[in-house]
Structure formats: C-alpha cells, structure tokens
C-alpha cells in the first residue's frame, strides 16, 4: 500500500509518500508545494493543480492529512481548512480514499506519547523509514509522521479483521 | 454588472444573483445548493461541481462571498472554511473578481447599521431588490445582502475613481 501523507497549509503544504510492505516502511518521495503570495482564490487554483499532478505523478492508494486544530491565529487556521478543502475535494473525485489524524494521535502512534515533542517524533520517523538524516523541514517530517501513522492504524485495523 | 453573492457552509450554499444598472438593482436568480451528507471529500467534490455549474449557468462579472467570523462551533467553521475553499479556488480558475464582506460591513451597507438584526436586513434587501415577500430562507436573503453590499460598495469606489 502505498500512502501519501500531507501536512496541510496555503503557503506551505508538506507530503510525503510512504509504502508499507509487511512490516517494512520506506519513503518513495517527499517534499513541499509552496503557493505564491497572490490574491487567494489564484493561490487556491494553484494548489488545486499542484496537488493534482502531485497525485497524478504518485498515484497513492491512500490520502491521511493533519486534523485541524485550533490555533492561536484562526484567521490562519481558517485559511489552512480552505487549502484543505481544495485537497481533499481532489482526493473525493478521485475516489481516493482518505483519514486524518490529530496531532496528539499522531505522536501516540509513531513515539508512543501523545504529547511528544517534535524532536522526539522526527527522531521515529527517521528510524522506522531508515532515513540516514532527519526529515526536514518540518512539514515534511510532520507529512511523514502522519503517513506513518495510518501505514501502523491500518496495520492494526487489517489485523483486527482477520480475527 | 452581475454580482453572485454566497452565503458559504458544508451543507447548504445560500445565492443571489443580483444585475446593477445604474442605481437600479434585479434579482436575476436565488437559490440553495444543498449537499448530501456523504463523506467530506466526496461532499466538497459534489460542492465542486454545483458550483461551477451555477457559475457556467450565470455567468457573473464579480464574486462577494461573507467573510467567515469565529462561530460558538469551531467544527462547524472549519467545515465552512473547507467548503468556502473550493467556491473560491473555482473563482481563481475562471478569473473571477472577488470581494469578502464581514456580517456587520452587510449590515452597515444594506441597513446602516453594523449592528442590525436579520429582519431588518430582510426588509431592506426586499426593498433594494423590489421583491414581492422576504427573502426566504436566512441563506438566500444573506447571499442576496452580500450582493447587494458588493454593489453599493463598488458604486462608491466607481465614484470615487472618476474625480
């Protein structure tokens, strides 16, 4: 299965694509789309081809994204759930299914402490994809973490079933 | 001009389409797209779709959506937010002008008063627009009233720049 994890934001979206073979874990691509800073209907037009092509060219069997918190700036929050529902509205006309996560559930799963700090996470994420560096910067390792953390739920979800 | 005011949501999209000439306002159309509750992404693509065949339908000069303010539900606005995205990344494709408008700037513009209540926006909008009834329901009569804000608003700027 493979699974492309995201880190959503209007300026700044992480990803990462994970493939779970057993109980083997290992990074096909990661990296950012960054938008431009113009009028926000064209930055939302942008994403929406971005994150296209981005699942055209990867072709991932799964989407999980980063449930929304409340921030201390909402009108940040409010622009990060816009850019969000461009992404997931993609993943609704591909048929593509989707999860998200918290990030409390997020830490639960990869470090095993839901209030982990971000070192603590960047650290698992490096160790169970073999990476020879940490992920960076952080949207990434966060875009990482969260497919991570549906690669190791579906596991256990799969396992479950079989019972 | 053709304004297309929205009243944004997740599962009921309230609009107007109001035609300005001169001082003179008409209603060329009203209406709700309503979403079955289905799952997110498939929702947001389903909204997706109705919108740009509202905007293929009407052909509108200009967008003026209600500018999102911090709800009692945070889910709930996010939701919104989500929703508000997709409206607007449409409006970024087909280069549509956009304006946002916060409840009290309607109330200011269709009243003159920041702090009217919905009744009196009701009854104004019915008198601007030359309806025989209120506007019915809450979703329509705010798209209409955002329209309206976007056509008082943009007389005075055209106003403006002729000096």
């Known amino acids: 299965m493979v699974i492309l994890g995201v880190d959503p934001g209007l300026e700044r979206i992480g990803y990462g694509l994970v493939r779970t073979e057993g ?3 290992e990074v096909l691509r990661h990296g950012l ?3 431009p800073r113009i009028n926000l209907p064209d930055r939302l037009a942008f994403i929406h081809r971005e994150f296209r092509t981005l699942l055209s060219e990867t072709n991932p069997d799964s989407l999980a994204t980063e449930r929304l918190l ?6 940040t929050a409010f622009q990060v759930a816009k850019a969000l529902g461009v992404i997931l509205m993609v993943a609704g006309e591909q048929g593509l299914p989707w999860a998200e996560y918290s990030p409390p559930e997020v830490k639960q799963a990869v ?5 982990a700090d971000k070192k603590q996470v960047q650290f698992m994420v490096r160790k169970l994809l073999s990476l020879q560096e940490d992920p960076k910067p952080d949207d990434v390792a966060d875009a990482l973490a969260i497919a991570i953390t ?3 739920r579906s596991r256990i979800t799969s396992l479950g079933t079989k019972r």
Chains 1, 2 share one sequence.
């Open 33 to 35: 789309i960054l938008s």
């Open 150 to 152: 549906h690669a190791l």
């Open 23 to 25: 109980s083997r874990l």
């Open 70 to 75: 409340f921030a201390a700036n909402k009108t």
């Open 111 to 115: 470090v095993g402490n839901g209030s």
